[in-house]
C-alpha cells in the first residue's frame, strides 16, 4: 500500500476534526473491530469521533475494547441525531452503500460532513465524497492497519486498538481459513 492511497483523507485530517464512524445494520466482528480500532487511532490523533451503528451489535463482541464508546441509533436515536449533526466529516466504515445504515440513513445522507468510504466490498455506491474501497484486503480492519501504517503511526497502536484489529481480521477470514 503506497501512502498516496490516504493522501485525501490524510489531507482531512491535518487538523481537529469532528468525526463520526459509522458501520452497517447487523454488525460483524470486522464492522466492530474497524470502527473501534479507527475511534482509538483517530482519538489519539486528537480529533473528537464518535462511533455509530445503527441496530446493537451480537453479545459475543461487546467484550471488545473500546465498545463501551458505541453509539446505537435505534437506542439513542436523539444522541446519535445531535452527533450527526455536528459531524465534519463522516467515516462509513466495513460498507458501501448508506442503505446499510437502516434508519440513520437518511440523516447520514443529509449531513454537509464530507463522506468518506471506508471498506473491503465490491461495487460501492456513489454515495461518498472519497472513496478508499480496496477489495483485496481481507477485511476492512485490515483496512484500518494499512491506513495507520501509511501515516507511520504504527506506535500509536496500543493493545485495545490491536485486539480490535486482529478481531475484524479473524471474523472476515474465519479465523485466517479464507482470504
Known amino acids: 500500500m503506497k501512502n498516496t492511497d490516504f ?4 489531507e482531512l485530517l491535518s487538523q481537529p476534526r469532528k468525526i463520526l464512524l459509522t458501520s452497517h445494520m447487523n454488525p460483524d466482528g470486522d464492522a466492530i473491530g474497524a470502527s473501534l480500532a ?3 487511532y483517530l482519538r489519539k490523533k486528537g480529533h473528537q469521533v464518535n462511533v455509530m451503528i445503527p441496530d446493537p451489535d451480537p453479545g459475543f463482541l461487546q467484550w471488545m475494547p473500546l465498545h463501551e464508546n458505541l453509539m446505537v441509533y ?3 436515536k436523539e444522541a446519535c441525531e445531535n452527533v450527526i449533526s455536528g459531524a465534519e466529516l463522516i467515516f462509513s466504515v466495513d460498507y458501501n452503500s448508506l442503505t446499510r445504515l437502516s434508519k440513520a440513513e437518511e440523516s447520514i ?3 454537509k460532513a ?3 468510504l471506508f471498506d473491503h ?3 460501492p455506491a456513489s454515495d461518498f465524497d472519497l472513496m478508499v474501497s480496496i477489495t483485496k484486503t481481507s477485511s476492512t480492519s485490515e483496512l484500518v492497519y494499512e491506513f495507520i501504517e501509511s501515516q507511520d503511526d504504527t506506535s500509536l497502536i496500543d493493545k485495545d486498538i490491536a485486539d480490535c484489529i ?3 481480521i479473524i471474523t ?3 479465523s485466517f481459513s479464507y482470504s
Not at 493522501?7 to 490524510?10: A, D, G, M, R
Request: glycine fraction near 12%; hydrophobic fraction near 20%; aromatic fraction near 12%.
Open 109 to 111: 445522507r443529509k449531513s
Open 172 to 174: 472476515d477470514t474465519g
Open 114 to 116: 464530507t463522506k468518506i
Open 166 to 168: 486482529y478481531t475484524g
Open 74 to 76: 435505534s437506542l439513542q
Open 7 to 10: 493522501y485525501k483523507i490524510t
Open 38 to 40: 479507527l475511534f482509538g
Open 121 to 123: 466490498h465490491t461495487n
